[in-house]
T-cell receptor
Framework: DAKTTQPNSMESNEEEPVHLPCNHS???????IHWYRQLPSQGPEYVIH???SNVNNRMASLAIAEDRKSSTLILHRATLRDAAVYYC????????????FGTGTRLKVLA | GAVVSQHPSRVICKSGTSVKIECRSL??????MFWYRQFPKQSLMLMAT?????????EQGVEKDKFLINHASLTLSTLTVTSAHPEDSSFYIC????????????FGEGSRLTVL
């Protein structure tokens, strides 16, 4: 399974944008890039996903590098409720749906 | 979005007893469900893949006789921790997929097991 690398932790001030990076240099052509976040004592929550083009939804934006070897999750205005562990995961278009979680990035939002 | 529900959310049991955790896909059929375990301050660790109507596939290092998985229907998978011990205390999370081409998974709320 393709591996992802993320910084262990990041900090942001409330109301400011946050850019969470993810490296996935061994990504294959059919791998989708998924982002999930996990609040304390909860299961992971879907944030966004993409394949090649940048994506936007009500929660965040996903910027994917042209060579697809890295991506960035963008929270446009961080709030205290965005404090969570963010996971970047690749899924193969092979029907296995088997997610292997890396360490993720723990985002701390400062009031 | 699709909903996956786990029950119970919290369970406390005595050492040596068995505990069953249920995972249900509420608004879709899931041919495949996954069980994860998460220790404090750590990431999710995949334990096993549960396929409806067949035996589960366990990850390396996970004892299949200790963690019994049953996926009897397209909407229900169960994880039974047999003869639980304090070291089995953990946060157990299930996920399920309706088979989307994008590979999206939907996660349950998690079940916190405490073995005394």
């Amino acid at each position: 399974d393709a591996k992802t690398t993320q910084p262990n932790s990041m900090e942001s001030n409330e109301e400011e944008p946050v850019h969470l990076p993810c490296n996935h240099s061994t990504i294959s052509g059919t791998d989708y890039i998924h982002w999930y976040r996990q609040l304390p004592s909860q299961g992971p929550e879907y944030v966004i996903h993409g394949l090649t083009s940048n994506v936007n939804n009500r929660m965040a934006s996903l910027a994917i590098a042209e060579d697809r070897k890295s991506s960035t999750l963008i929270l446009h205005r961080a709030t205290l409720r965005d404090a969570a562990v963010y996971y970047c995961i690749l899924s193969r278009d092979s029907g296995t749906y088997k997610y292997i979680f890396g360490t993720g990035t723990r985002l701390k939002v400062l009031a | 979005g699709a909903v996956v529900s786990q029950h119970p959310s919290r369970v406390i049991c005595k050492s040596g007893t068995s505990v069953k955790i249920e995972c249900r896909s509420l608004d879709f059929q899931a041919t495949t469900m996954f069980w994860y375990r998460q220790f404090p301050k750590q990431s999710l660790m995949l334990m096993a893949t549960s396929n409806e109507g067949s035996k589960a596939t366990y990850e390396q290092g996970v004892e299949k006789d200790k963690f019994l998985i049953n996926h009897a229907s397209l909407t229900l998978s169960t994880l039974t921790v047999t003869s639980a011990h304090p070291e089995d205390s953990s946060f157990y999370i299930c996920s399920a997929t309706p088979g989307l081409a994008t590979g999206e998974l939907f996660f349950g709320e998690g079940s916190r097991l405490t073995v005394l």
